[in-house]
DNA sequence: TGAAATGTTGGGGCG
DNA sequence: ACGCCCCAACATTTC
């Protein structure tokens, strides 16, 4: 058996050419990378590894459009290693079970990783670490995806922060993060022979087939490192400039689309600071934007920071006199909130962009989870669990932060009476309606000023453009401004507690 | 990284 | 000329 070949195998003598495991994971790149780096820098032969851990994830396991872009980005990566002379190995199941038998069979002296910082994520390296040490093999773990480590930014108390701006003031204050690694000029590849043969990707299945829904999404994006490069590069060289102002607004191509490669490490936030500060420094027009872009960088490490520090993050409210709160489990609100049938164009736009694309413009985010937890009083955990199913950057910390922010629940969060006004958000920041008509096609041929109120519209508009309310397209599943009241009715009951 | 309710001010129409 | 009212525009408070 394969197995038993891998597990008895005699250590190989210390003056032996060093070899090593470097484990990728949410750090699907070459560059800046310094696992890699460092058994590079050894003259290492290598194993990279990838392992698919359905398992230990639990409830909180890959997403369907995460699978779609893990699965795309494993192929650039493999593509890239295996120029550089080192394949990708692949393998499937619980990490604290492969990692230390591939590594006894490539007889390893070493094992590189970057840390995660998922809470389950860290009991499976903590564990690994172990067992690898016990079996003489070092495991060396580095900085993981963020531009500082979650235990570096510490309030005078030495805690950390649960307010977003000191923290950012605290981060920035620490000074310019490690300069970016370069991607290794090439691999020494650790002998095979001795292993299984590497899982094949399309054997995974993380790609749809019946039926193929992943059209929009190849449509819309190239995951891999090369992409998340011409992706950063394209923003830079214009967009950025004016991100203030273009930011908020959905139909334009006002933001970065960064996301998904960030959370995949395509791209890592230590270039991005590099190479965005680099084009504020040539552009002083720039450099306002430029800030305003690595604000939200500071934001992605904020969140981590929190999910470190409050691990139940995704599950248990932050602020726990949320525990009292009488959310309903309105099971038709929230499918036609999913579907984006609610009757509001702005919230339906974004979650057929959702759908579709596996994306949707933050601004549109803010208003659709608003829509979800205030004025339907679903549970936010609700909301999570789609948005980690259907977006290409769910992210646990980020997406589990985020909801917690907009029901009020987080840490620094907005308080429960912000509620967002889905017309007045879709006037203000889709003036022209170009966003609505783009995804809520139905309604193309409305007037701009009744776009995204088609309800009072008189009917000979509603004739005119073709709609047919209840229809072609729904009427509002709730009255905003009494929804709004009932909301705040209920966040009285729970406004005292504990 | 809200919105609605309430308060204040000032211009213009009008008797 | 003056007081009165209306109301838009803006500011402040409240949820």
Redesign the pocket.
């Known amino acids: 058996m394969q197995q038993s070949a891998e597990t008895h195998r005699a250590p190989r003598a210390a003056k032996d050419v060093p070899r090593a495991v470097v484990w990728f994971r949410n750090d699907l790149r070459v560059s800046d990378h310094a696992a890699l780096a460092a058994a590079a820098a050894r003259d290492a032969e290598i194993l990279p590894l990838y392992i698919l851990e359905d398992e230990a994830a639990g409830d909180l396991a890959l997403g369907a459009a995460s699978r779609w872009w893990l699965h795309h980005s494993l192929q650039a990566l493999a593509g890239r290693l295996a120029a550089l002379g080192a394949p990708l190995h692949l393998a499937c199941g619980p990490a604290e079970e492969i990692v230390p038998r591939l590594a006894r069979a490539v007889e390893a002296d070493a094992v590189y990783w970057q840390r995660r910082y998922e809470p389950w994520g860290i009991a499976v390296d903590t564990q690994i670490k172990a067992a690898l040490k016990a079996d003489g093999v070092a495991a060396e773990s580095f900085p993981g995806g963020l531009l500082r480590e979650p235990w570096e930014v510490k309030t005078k108390q030495g805690g950390p922060y649960g307010v977003?701006?000191p923290f950012w003031k605290a981060e920035v204050a620490l000074g310019e993060p490690d300069e970016p690694l370069p991607a290794p000029k090439a691999l020494k590849s650790a002998p095979r022979d001795a292993l299984t043969e590497s899982a094949r990707l399309k054997d995974w299945g993380l790609t749809p087939t019946a039926p193929d829904w992943a059209g929009g999404l190849r449509a819309a994006w190239t995951p891999g490192e090369q992409g998340a490069r011409a992706r950063l590069k394209a923003f830079l060289d214009g967009p950025v400039a004016r991100y203030q102002e273009a930011r908020?607004r959905p139909a334009e191509g006002g933001v970065s689309r960064l996301s998904p490669h960030l959370h995949f490490g395509e791209i890592s936030p230590r270039q991005v600071w590099r190479w965005a500060r680099d084009a504020g420094r040539a552009d002083a027009a720039a450099e306002q934007g430029v800030w305003a872009f690595l604000?939200?960088i500071g934001?992605r490490d904020f969140n981590h920071n929190l999910l470190f520090h409050n691990p139940e993050l995704p599950r248990e409210n932050y602020q726990s006199k949320f525990n009292a709160f009488p959310w309903r489990e309105d099971e038709a609100g929230y499918r036609a909130w999913t579907r984006g049938l609610t009757g509001y164009p702005l919230i339906d736009a974004g979650m057929r962009e959702l759908w579709e694309t596996g994306y949707m413009h933050?601004?549109v985010r803010?208003?659709a989870a608003?829509f979800l937890v205030k004025d339907l009083l679903v549970p936010w955990r609700r909301g999570e669990a789609w948005f980690r199913d259907t977006l290409v950057d769910a992210d646990l910390a980020n997406n589990a932060a985020?909801w917690q922010?907009t029901a009020g629940s987080g840490a620094?969060a907005?308080?429960?009476?912000?509620?967002?006004?889905?017309?007045?958000?879709g006037q203000?920041f889709d003036p022209d309606g170009a966003y609505v008509r783009r995804w809520v096609p139905e309604l193309k041929a409305l007037p701009t000023k009744l776009i995204h109120a088609p309800w009072t519209a008189d009917a000979r508009t509603l004739a005119a453009a073709k709609v047919e309310l209840g229809r072609t397209y729904p009427r509002p599943i709730v009255d905003?401004?009494r929804a709004?009241?009932i909301a705040?009715?209920a966040?009285?009951e729970i406004k005292g507690a504990a």
Do not use: C
């Open positions: 977003f701006t908020n604000r939200e934001w933050n601004r803010m208003a608003s985020n922010w620094d907005a308080p429960y009476f912000r509620i967002f006004n889905p017309v007045t958000q203000k905003h401004g709004r009241q705040l009715d966040y009285q």
